[in-house]
């Protein structure tokens, strides 16, 4: 798949994203408002903010779907790690928020929610639509190798839980329990939290540079192709679908310029279909009797 035809891809999946959260929003704020619940109002700031992420992403995979430059030579594709964790900042204001008013609903002791039938029917409708949403985003951003689009997912997993939650505040109304809608409100924010860790972690990984293959993996590869006497000093960072390998492979010493070049033309070939999200190889040839660096 062209980077073309893979942006067009992942901002189909944004875009549906972003009209259905705003939607489930609205669904919620009026729940909420209507039948004084902070959690209910809670899961509409999640599914207000869910929206407002899928605007950012948008336009970080817009920047990061522009071809290589004289500046840029490997391409704009960590814009989208940086859009990423700029979804994740977002989603910690508004775990903020919420942690805020459900403690100062407990210090206060307000009322409990309003018991409603509809309102708890309506959530539902909300959890089928996120259960359909989450899955499909998950499943394209599996296709595409898309961090962004996986983060999306997380982030709409996390409003099926909220959605749980806010149903469960919901229904503390008919039992006479004040307290346990801002308490259920914090478990919402736990569930936020989950999903931050979750996106600011791979954001970490490419900013860091952290090894993405494992070495002995890519060296079993090398060595399989005819030609490869041996393989080491291996390296790998960057994006899940934009990753660099680095090696040294050893080959015969009586070999021609054009022989060595066609072992590392199937070298090269070898690591990019055994590892899909391979963009880049550099290879360097080496006698076959010089001693192994260490993998790195």
């Not at 071809?67 to 790690?81: Q, T, V, W």
């Not at 492979?249 to 072992?263: C, G, K, Y």
Request: some cysteine; glycine content about 6%.
């Amino acid at each position: 798949m062209s980077e073309a035809s893979r942006a067009a891809r992942i901002r189909r999946v944004l875009l549906t994203a972003l009209v259905c959260n705003a939607l489930l929003a609205a669904l919620k704020f009026t729940i909420g408002w209507r039948y004084g619940s902070l959690a209910v109002v809670s899961d509409a700031m999640h599914s207000l903010l869910d929206g407002a992420a899928s605007v950012i992403a948008l336009i970080g995979i817009t920047a990061a779907a522009r071809p290589p430059d004289a500046n840029h030579p490997y391409g704009h594709r960590k814009y989208e790690i940086l859009t990423t964790m700029i979804v994740a900042a977002l989603l910690f204001l508004s775990a903020w928020e919420i942690l805020g008013a459900a403690v100062s609903r407990l210090l206060h002791h307000t009322a409990a929610p309003q018991y409603s039938w509809l309102g708890i029917a309506l959530l539902c409708l909300g959890i089928v639509i996120n259960t359909f949403l989450s899955n499909w985003e998950k499943r394209a951003g599996l296709e595409v190798s898309s961090p962004l689009l996986l983060a999306d997912a997380a982030h709409t997993r996390t409003d099926i839980y909220s959605s749980i939650l806010a149903i469960a505040a919901l229904a503390s109304a008919a039992f006479g329990m004040p307290w346990l809608d801002p308490l259920l409100a914090i478990g919402i924010v736990l569930f936020l939290g989950r999903a931050i860790y979750e996106i600011l972690l791979e954001g970490v990984k490419v900013v860091s540079d952290a090894t993405r293959l494992d070495p002995a993996l890519i060296r079993s590869v090398a060595e399989k192709v005819d030609g490869v006497r041996g393989a080491h000093a291996i390296r790998s960072h960057g994006m899940q679908n934009d990753i660099h390998i680095d090696l040294h492979i050893q080959v015969a010493d009586q070999l021609t310029a054009r022989q060595v070049f066609e072992i590392e033309n199937r070298v090269n070939q070898a690591l990019r279909e055994s590892f899909p999200g391979v963009t880049h190889v550099a290879l360097r040839h080496e006698p076959g009797d010089l001693p192994p660096e260490e993998d790195a």
